[in-house]
């Protein structure tokens, strides 16, 4: 499961693992995060609490914001579009290459996300890569999401992650 962070993993995490189903190791790669603070503070709470709760993970700890713009430039309307694919694909590509059984994101998790354009980027990557994209609304796990990452004191990030959420949290446009 791509994380985008602890406090988006918490709530699906823990209902898949419930439900037994499924063995779910979570994966952290986030190069849209900005800035590196920001990143750290993030990926230090993904890893703590992981830590504490003996989560199987994998880290392709690489911070070169650069790429992620250089993908969005021009494009920037299209940004959410390019920031759900490339963490995706990096997911189904090492879930291919890991042998894992099918690959899903914490992105499912949030209200604030584009739904059925992560469906569609997961099910083109399942056909692309031959790993099954696992598609499921965990919504539904919001408020328990919110209060366990409360519970459980991690930081909770005021915005989505890259400089225009950034910037459209924080500055009143006119």
């Not at 800035?35 to 989560?55: A, G, I, M, Q």
């Not at 494009?75 to 490339?86: A, H, N």
């Amino acid at each position: 499961m791509h994380v985008c962070c602890a406090p988006c993993f918490i709530a699906p995490y823990q209902h898949l693992r419930e439900e037994g189903e499924y063995d779910v190791t979570g994966f952290w790669f986030n190069d849209n995060i900005h800035p590196y603070k920001e990143y750290r503070r993030r990926l230090d709470t993904f890893l703590e609490w992981s830590e504490r709760e003996n989560v199987s993970c994998i880290l392709d700890d690489v911070y070169q914001p650069e790429h992620f713009f250089r993908r969005i430039a021009n494009r920037e309307e299209e940004r959410c579009f390019f920031c759900y694919y490339i963490r995706m694909q990096k997911t189904a590509e090492r879930a291919k290459r890991e042998s894992f059984s099918a690959f899903t994101t914490t992105l499912l998790y949030s209200v604030y996300q584009k739904h059925e354009m992560i469906k569609k980027i997961g099910k083109e990557l399942a056909d692309k890569t031959g790993v099954p994209f696992y598609y499921r609304d965990f919504r539904e796990y919001w408020r328990e999401g919110i209060d366990l990452s409360k519970k459980a004191e991690m930081y909770r990030q005021p915005y989505c992650g890259c400089l225009y959420s950034e910037r459209d949290r924080y500055h009143k446009r006119k």
